[in-house]
């Protein structure tokens, strides 16, 4: 099992920027897929972003590669999220998420690990 640990969340006014890190701790590899993900309250969580574990291949949720860059840094066993040209419907729990997979997919149900996510607060 493989901690996660968010931070870097926080109230930004809109058109600022962010950027959230997750700690993994515990065993990861080149093969860990590490992923981003944000709940609205009441909603199912939505995938953000997603990186190989190798760092070589970066995915992104449906309009959002526009203003948000995901990146890791394997030596730090951490993964980033720069989120750039922030609106208020951005404002959500924003979740760092890992499974040992080449490829980890949108889905949140296949990922084992998750940590306990950092408020992102976005004002008008």
């Known amino acids: 099992q493989v901690q996660l640990v968010e931070s870097g969340g926080g109230l930004v006014q809109a058109g600022g920027s962010l950027r959230l890190s997750c700690a993994a701790h515990g065993p990861t590899d080149h093969t860990y897929y590490m992923a981003w993900f944000r709940q609205y309250k009441g909603k199912d969580r939505e995938f953000v972003a997603g990186?190989?574990?190798?760092?070589?291949?970066?995915f992104y949720g449906d309009s959002m590669e526009d203003r948000f860059t995901i990146t890791r840094d394997n030596a730090k066993s951490t993964v980033f999220l720069q989120m750039n040209s922030l609106k208020p419907e951005d404002s959500a729990v924003y979740h760092c998420?890992?499974?040992?997979?080449?490829?980890?997919?949108?889905?949140?149900?296949?990922?084992?690990?998750w940590g306990q996510g950092t408020q992102v607060m976005v004002s008008s």
């Open positions: 990186i190989s574990g190798d760092g070589a291949r970066e």
């Open positions: 998420a890992g499974r040992l997979a080449f490829f980890g997919g949108i889905n949140p149900m296949p990922y084992g690990d």
